[in-house]
C-alpha cells in the first residue's frame, strides 16, 4: 500500500495498535501452558466479553481490508488506463512520424507536382493529423478524461472513420471548440 507519511498512515490505520493486541491475542503467548492458565482462570462473562472483543476486532479488520482491497483495485485501474494512454499516444506518435516520411519521400518521388483537382478523398493517414483539444485546468485529465483520449487516439492510430464522432463527443462532453476541416482532416482549435 502506498504511504506518504507516517500521519497518513496513522489516519488510514487507525487500529494498529489494536491489531498489534489482537495478534498478541491470536497468537498466543510463548508458554501455551501459561496462556490456557489465564483462560481457565476467566469467568464465562470475562471469556464472553473477550470473546466479543475479539469479534469486533475481527469485523473492523475485516472492513478496513476491504477498504485497503478496493482502494489498491482503483489503483491498479487507474494505473491500466494511464498505461493505455501512455502505448496509445506513442503509437500515434510514431504512426505520424512514418506518416511524415512517407509523405516526404512521396513528394521527393513526385518531384513537387501540384495537388490533383477535384474534391480531396480520405486517405492512409488522414485522421493522424488530428489535433484533440485539451485545456489544462491545473490538475491532470481525470480517468474518465483519459479514457475518452484513449480511445480517440486508438481511433487515430487505425485511421478509423470514428475519429470525428469520437472527438465531437468530447468536445461537446467539455468545453466548446472551434474546429476547421481541411483536406480530409479535422484540425480543432
Known sequence: MMQDSPDM???HN????????????????NSCSDYEERMEALSIAELNECLEETEMKIRRFSEELVQQLALRD???FEKEVKNSFISALIDVQNRQKEYREALKKKKK???GAGKSQGLPEKTLGSYLTTVIPYKKKGHPPSIEDLQI???????????SDKVPSLLTDYILK???FSFVVTQGALHLK
Do not use: C, N, Y
Open 9 to 11: 498512515e496513522a489516519e
Open 14 to 29: 487507525p487500529s494498529q495498535s489494536d491489531l498489534s493486541m489482537l495478534s498478541v491475542d491470536v497468537q498466543q503467548p
Open 74 to 76: 482503483e489503483l491498479d
Open 109 to 111: 518521388l513526385k518531384g
Open 149 to 159: 483520449l484513449t480511445k480517440i487516439l486508438q481511433a487515430m492510430r487505425d485511421d
Open 174 to 176: 467539455g468545453e466548446l
